[in-house]
């Protein structure tokens, strides 16, 4: 059946080169947005104008960085002639597109500006590490991996990282804004931090925001795992098994499940709740490099 | 994290009139005590956050479930760690105590939890909005609109809420109204669900069976247990379950890639052609693939691995068969690299083994140890090494076939015994050292690994499973919300709830604020 595929490892090369470029964008754009907000901390009026424009050119760049990106992933995949996530190196290049669109598109429905440095800091990393770290040529798909669940469930489980990766780093300003230690500080190097947070908004807006993003996150990851033991059933004789990534996967659920319940909870909600998250998104990217790279299990596909 | 919270405990007591003396400890009250804990929401989010920790040695150690060879290297090469963990049960994390009444006090705290909710949440749904708080002004949104009678008529806050899918109760000077019933409904379905899922993995596993069969093409194996290679019942499987069937391995192909250099030789497909055939049925024949099980009455059938079986002739001295037929060898890497044993208890002479490597296509390391270079076969080879001695078949114990207990006997050919291992090509003969006679490789045949399974319990699991995912939708993307609304001397009060936080409740009460107004 998939004795017709032919690779385009040219073509391939040529993507990385377009990620590459994409890659240079968002550095940019991390960089201008960087000086936006220690701008706006360190401006005495309320609003500065050139933090805004400034603001208004990163943000420009990551749009700018997203197609070129979209671009990058898609020549990957019609050079494998597949979906774009088979290995490591792929489900980074795909993860970090959807985080970046998803963040661009939430940014119509929310004005959530001010985590734009945080998002497009966390993409380069990814991105430069899938380059120098993970890459590998095009390759065929595995006959396990022959499957229209391959389409299904990595891409549900990649969209809901994006979701709880956007929670994340709201939690994380929220845990920022909270800290004991930044608000009593004296240190210079805190005091400029401390400034930045006073631009960002009020504890509670931050916890409604990372909250919706996390319930969307939890919906898509409980989807994950359903999709995940329908194809383990088919392919694997049983539909859940407590493979290494089987069990992480429910960690990860059984995590954010604590959260939600926590944000109903007088006493845990906010500072706790918060943490919650964290933990949460650390057992995502726990789950995606050392289980994929070090655990012994069914899910070996990092491709490395 | 589980001290509890001196503010909670001031609530319930306040309740009481009378100052309590001396703490209540009989028994009744102490298990309503903990009753209450137990069904508390903080209850069941230290026990969830308890069943991920308590989850994660399951990923650091080998299972019994997963990877049962994994635990038996664990035990050979750290024997005394290894009695130590598996007396705590961490080779059985899942299935341990700990973890199972974690999980069980988690379910036990869910049922004490839901069910009276079901009946509370019941009656909200039959009964009218509730009545508005004496102070609406305590709301978390709330407009009082001054003097307003001139301006704002009830009615059309009637109107706009009723299209918003309120439940309306209008009342003279005063309006009622909820929506969001959804939320709740949503919450229950989930949880209750998430007990159906429970209840039908563990009877489903209870129920089943699974079972492996390597099969060389030709060969038929028919599904009871004596026709398994191992076979592992649930705690309340039935052999009458087991429908009757038979299973032929007509034929077994791999494809390769030739064509891309990036991919060269990696297998892209492998295809078990079966014939199967149930009782007063006529055979038919079908095709396993790795993602695609047949489906029989009462069982699926896997394909889960595969390999080479090269076919052996072992002749005595005199030209005597003593042993024919194809021989499975155990796969050792990805490019086919396979060892197989030969027992041959029935030579005339002295009985012998063999312990021998199987190249499909041989290459040479820079060692000069041989390989194989590609999983198909290009020039096969086998080399064998020859053991001599008592194979201890006789002995009535149970032994492997897939190992040779070398340990007694003496190695006449390969190794430290001086003589060459024995090397074969395909279709060539050898003489065995010793006299023992000769050795031919006649041919290859390939093998299937197929795993046989039964668990009822699947597909409530997925209707259940399907239902939490339902109830998780609801729940979450759905407000639940109350509004009141009542004339007073000082003018027209407005006031909303919501039942989690809810950032845009000040909204809705601007929007009624504006669909009140009279036009002019």
């Known amino acids: 059946m998939n004795s017709t595929v032919v690779l385009n490892p040219e073509l391939a090369t040529l993507s990385r080169i377009v990620v590459l470029a994409a890659l240079t964008l968002y550095s940019i754009a991390f960089l201008i947005l960087t000086v936006a907000l220690t701008r706006r901390a360190g401006a005495k009026k309320a609003k500065d104008a050139l933090a805004n424009k400034l603001e208004l050119v990163g943000i420009s760049l990551m749009t700018l960085g997203v197609v070129v990106h979209g671009i990058g992933v898609l020549t990957r995949g019609i050079a494998a002639q597949r979906v774009p996530w088979a290995n490591m190196y792929e489900f980074s290049i795909t993860g970090s597109f959807v985080v970046t669109a998803i963040y661009l598109l939430a940014l119509i429905w929310r004005d959530i500006r001010f985590i734009a440095t945080f998002v497009s800091g966390f993409v380069v990393l990814i991105i430069g590490w899938a380059n120098t770290r993970f890459y590998v040529q095009v390759e065929s798909l595995m006959p396990a991996l022959q499957d229209y669940w391959l389409v299904i469930h990595v891409s549900v489980a990649i969209l809901a990282t994006a979701f709880f990766m956007i929670g994340a780093a709201l939690a994380a300003a929220l845990l920022m804004k909270e800290s004991k230690f930044i608000n009593n500080s004296k240190l210079k190097g805190v005091k400029i931090i401390r400034n930045v947070l006073n631009v960002f908004p009020k504890t509670e807006k931050l916890e409604k925001q990372s909250y919706q993003f996390n319930i969307i996150g939890f919906i898509l990851w409980t989807f994950t795992l359903i999709a995940g033991a329908i194809w383990a059933d088919k392919a694997w004789h049983r539909f859940w098994g407590w493979d290494t990534k089987e069990v992480w996967t429910f960690i990860i659920w059984t995590i954010y499940a604590a959260y939600l319940h926590a944000t109903a909870t007088r006493g845990w909600d906010g500072k706790r709740a918060a943490w919650l998250t964290m933990i949460g998104f650390t057992a995502i990217l726990f789950n995606f490099t050392i289980v994929n790279l070090y655990f012994k299990g069914l899910h070996v596909y990092s491709g490395l | 994290m589980s001290s509890p919270q001196p503010s909670e405990k001031y609530v319930v007591r306040k309740e009481y009139s009378e100052p309590i003396e001396a703490p209540d400890l009989s028994f009744k009250s102490w298990l309503r005590w903990i009753w209450r804990q137990l069904t508390s929401m903080r209850i069941a989010l230290i026990l969830l956050l308890l069943l991920a920790l308590a989850a994660i040695p399951g990923s650091l150690y080998p299972q019994r479930s997963a990877d049962p060879n994994g635990v038996i290297l ?236 090269p076919v052996i002739v072992l002749r005595d001295a005199d030209g005597t068969v003593s042993f024919s037929g194809p021989v499975v060898f155990l796969p050792q890497d990805s490019n086919l690299t396979s060892l197989g044993v030969i027992k041959n208890p029935d030579a005339k002479t002295k009985q012998y083994g063999i312990l021998a490597f199987f190249y499909p296509t041989p290459a040479k390391l820079k060692t000069g140890a041989l390989t194989s270079g590609h999983p198909d076969i290009h020039f096969p080879l086998l080399t064998m090494n020859v053991y001599v001695g008592n194979l201890g078949l006789d002995s009535g114990i149970a032994s492997n076939a897939f190992d040779l207990q070398t340990h007694g006997l003496k190695q006449v050919a390969g190794g430290k015994s001086k003589v060459k291992a024995i090397e074969l090509k395909g279709g060539q003969i050898a003489e065995l050292p010793n006299g023992l006679g000769t050795v031919e490789f006649k041919g290859i045949k390939r093998f299937a690994s197929l795993d046989i399974t039964y668990n009822p319990g699947e597909l409530y699991v997925l209707l259940f499973a399907i239902l939490t995912f339902l109830g998780l939708i609801m729940m979450l993307i759905t407000p639940r919300r109350r509004v009141w609304i009542r004339k007073t001397p000082e003018g027209i009060e407005v006031g909303a709830l919501a039942k989690t936080r809810d950032e845009s409740l000040p909204k809705l009460v601007k929007e009624i604020r504006k669909a009140m107004k009279k036009k002019d």
């Not at chain 2, 949440?121 to 709330?142: D, F, G, N, V, W």
């Not at chain 2, 892209?268 to 693939?289: G, M, Y």
């Open chain 2, 74 to 309: 664990y035990f050979k090469n750290n024997p005394g760690l290894a009695a130590w963990l598996d007396g705590l049960q961490l080779f059985d994390v899942y299935s341990s105590s700990w973890f199972s009444s974690i999980y069980l006090l988690l379910f036990i705290s869910l049922i004490g939890c839901v069910i009276p909710r079901v009946g509370v949440h019941y009656k909200a749904l039959i009964a009218p909005p509730p009545e508005p708080p004496t102070s609406l002004s305590r709301l978390p949104a709330y407009k009082l609109l001054a003097n307003s009678e001139k301006h704002y008529k009830l009615s059309k806050a009637e109107q706009y809420l009723k299209s918003k899918r309120f439940r309306v109760v209008a009342e003279k000077g005063s309006i009622r109204a909820e929506k969001g019933y959804i939320r709740e409904t949503g919450n229950l379905l989930f949880h209750t669900s998430l007990i159906g899922v429970l209840i039908s993995v563990g009877l489903g596993g209870a129920l089943s069976y699974s079972a492996q069969r390597v099969l060389v093409e030709g060969e038929t194996f028919v599904n009871n247990e004596a026709g398994f290679d191992s076979f592992t019942p649930g705690l309340l499987y039935d052999s009458k379950n087991l429908t009757p069937f038979s299973m032929t391995l007509d034929k077994f192909s791999t494809t390769y890639d030739y064509k891309n250099p990036n991919n060269y030789g990696r297998p892209l497909d492998f295809i078990a052609t079966v014939t199967s055939k149930l009782a007063h049925h006529n055979p038919t024949q079908a095709i396993i693939r790795v993602n695609e099980p047949l489906q029989l009455p009462n069982s699926k059938v896997y394909l889960t691995g595969n390999g080479y079986a």
